[in-house]
C-alpha cells in the first residue's frame, strides 16, 4: 500500500453531528501538521427531500449502515425548506447538492446544512458563485468542487455541445477528456482561490473507470484539496461494483483519495456497505463486525456450502460487532491453510461439520446443526472479547488434515460414491431458493 497523500484538511459538521474531518497531513490554519484522516464514505438519498420523513428515514438508514455523510439533492425551494426539519431530526452531517440554481445553495447555507456540493460550470453568472463562496466563509461550510464528464461540455446550446463533443472524442479521446476535465477543474479553482476560500473538496468523475483512475491521478498531483472519489452513473450493484472498485480500489491502494461514493442504480445502502467493505479490505478503515471468509467450494464439496455461507453472512452481519475472522470451509483438504488465522472456523465433510475456536477444536456436529452452533461459537468468543477474557487473532485455526477414512468421511471413495453429485444438487437448489 502506497501512503496517503497528504492533503489539506476540511471539516464537515458540528457539535450535534459530530465533525468528520476529510483529507489532513498538511499544515492546517495553525500551521502545524494535521492528522490525516480515515478514508470516510458518503451516499445520497434517492427520494425526493422535500417528503421530510421519507428523507429523515433514508438519512437513518444510511447512517446505521455506516454513512459518514449523507448527500440530498435540492433542485427546488421546496427542497431547501425541508432542510431545518430533516438537520433536526437526524445526527449525521448533511451535504446538500446544488445543481443550477445558486439561491438553493444560499437558502441550505441558511437552513444549516454542512457541506455544498457545487459544479461552478452551471451556474452562468460569476458574481452568483462568489456570493454563495462568501456565504460559505462565513458560517465556516465546506463546498465541493465536482467536474463531471456529463456536464463539462456545454448542454444549452445542443450545437456548441456537438462542436464540442467532435473535439473531445477526437483521435484521442481519453487524452482529451482529461484534458478538459482538469482544465475545467483549474478554472473552477481559481474562482475560489480568488476568493481565499480554500475549504474545497473536489471530484473529477466518469462512468469510464480508466479515466477515473486518469483524472485522479493527475488532480492528485496538480491540487492539494482532498479527494471525493466516485465513479458516476456506475450502473447496477452487479456490475457497478465491479466498476467502482477497479477504479477506487486502484486510486486508494495508491494513496489517493480521502472521501468515496460508490454510486448504484439501486438501494443506497448498498453503496455504504460495499464502499466500507472497500476500505476494510485495503486495509484503511477498522473493521466493523465479523470478517467472513469462504470458500468457492470444488468437487470435495459435500454439503450445501452456499447457503450455508449466505445463512452464516446475515446472521453475523445481524449479531457481531467485534471484527472477528470466520471461515466457512467446504472440506479440510485445503481449508485449513486457506482459513489460517480465522478466530472460529467450520470445515464441512459429508454431511457434518466440524468447528474450530481459536485453534481449538469444539464441535462436530450435522450439517444442519452448522449454523446453529457455530452462530453460538461466534456469541460466546463475542462475549468473553467484550469482557476482556480472550483477545482476537490470538490464535489461528490449526487443523491437522484427515486420512480418507477420518471423521468428516472426506475421503476420495465417498466423493467417488456419490458426494459431487449430491453436493451439486444441493447448490442448485440452494441458488433456486435464492441463496
Ligand atoms: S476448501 Fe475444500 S471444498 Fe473448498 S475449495 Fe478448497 S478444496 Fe474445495
Redesign the pocket.
Known amino acids: 500500500m502506497f501512503p496517503r497523500r497528504p492533503t489539506r484538511q476540511v471539516r464537515v459538521g458540528d457539535s450535534r453531528t459530530g465533525i468528520v474531518r476529510l483529507g489532513g497531513g498538511l499544515p492546517g490554519a495553525d500551521g502545524a501538521p494535521t492528522e490525516p484522516a480515515p478514508v470516510s464514505v458518503q451516499s445520497m438519498t434517492a427520494g425526493a427531500t422535500h417528503d421530510v420523513d421519507r428523507c429523515v428515514t433514508e438519512i437513518n438508514r444510511l447512517a446505521a449502515a455506516g454513512a459518514d455523510l449523507v448527500r440530498v439533492a435540492v433542485p427546488e425551494r421546496k427542497d431547501t425548506q425541508a432542510l431545518a426539519e430533516i438537520i433536526a431530526q437526524t445526527r449525521v452531517p448533511i451535504v446538500a447538492d446544488v445543481h443550477f440554481h445558486y439561491r438553493r445553495a444560499l437558502e441550505a447555507v441558511e437552513a444549516g446544512v454542512h457541506k455544498i456540493r457545487l459544479n461552478p460550470g452551471n451556474i452562468q453568472d460569476r458574481g452568483e458563485v462568489n456570493q454563495v463562496i462568501e456565504a460559505c466563509k462565513a458560517r465556516g461550510i465546506p463546498i465541493r468542487v465536482g467536474v463531471n464528464e456529463g456536464s463539462i461540455v456545454e448542454r444549452r446550446d445542443k450545437q456548441k455541445r456537438q462542436r464540442e463533443l467532435a473535439a473531445v472524442f477526437g483521435a484521442h479521446p481519453r487524452g482529451q477528456m482529461l484534458a478538459i476535465m482538469v482544465a475545467k477543474l483549474e478554472e473552477y479553482l481559481d474562482i475560489f482561490r480568488e476568493r481565499d476560500f480554500h475549504d474545497v473538496v473536489i471530484s473529477a468523475k466518469s462512468m469510464d473507470a480508466a479515466l477515473v483512475i486518469d483524472a485522479y491521478a493527475q488532480i492528485s498531483e496538480r491540487f492539494d484539496y482532498p479527494l471525493h472519489l466516485g465513479v458516476t452513473h456506475a450502473g447496477p450493484r452487479e456490475t457497478g461494483a465491479i466498476r467502482s472498485v477497479a477504479a477506487l480500489g486502484a486510486l486508494l491502494a495508491r494513496g489517493v483519495g480521502d472521501t468515496i461514493r460508490i454510486s448504484y442504480a439501486s438501494d443506497p445502502v448498498h453503496e455504504v456497505e460495499d464502499g466500507l467493505e472497500l476500505l476494510w479490505s485495503l486495509g484503511l478503515r477498522t473493521r466493523r463486525g465479523a470478517d467472513l471468509i469462504a470458500?468457492?467450494?470444488?468437487?470435495?464439496?459435500q454439503v450445501d456450502l452456499f447457503t450455508l455461507v449466505q445463512d452464516v453472512r446475515r446472521e453475523l452481519a445481524e449479531k457481531v460487532t467485534v471484527p472477528m475472522k470466520v471461515a466457512v470451509?467446504?472440506?479440510v483438504?485445503?481449508?485449513p491453510g486457506?482459513a489460517e488465522g480465522a478466530d472460529v472456523a467450520v470445515f464441512a465433510g459429508d454431511r457434518r461439520g466440524i468447528i474450530y475456536v481459536q485453534g481449538e477444536r469444539v464441535a462436530n456436529v450435522p450439517e444442519e446443526e452448522v449454523l446453529r452452533r457455530l452462530l453460538a461459537e461466534c456469541l460466546g468468543l463475542q462475549a468473553r472479547v467484550e469482557r476482556g477474557e480472550a483477545r482476537l487473532g490470538e490464535k489461528s485455526v490449526r487443523v491437522v488434515p484427515p486420512d480418507p477414512l477420518g471423521e468428516l468421511g472426506s475421503g476420495l471413495e465417498k466423493i467417488a460414491a456419490g458426494g459431487v453429485e449430491r453436493a451439486a444438487r444441493l447448490t442448485v437448489a440452494g441458488r433456486a431458493r435464492g441463496a
Open positions: 470458500c468457492p467450494t470444488c468437487g470435495r464439496i470451509m467446504g472440506c483438504v485445503n481449508g486457506e
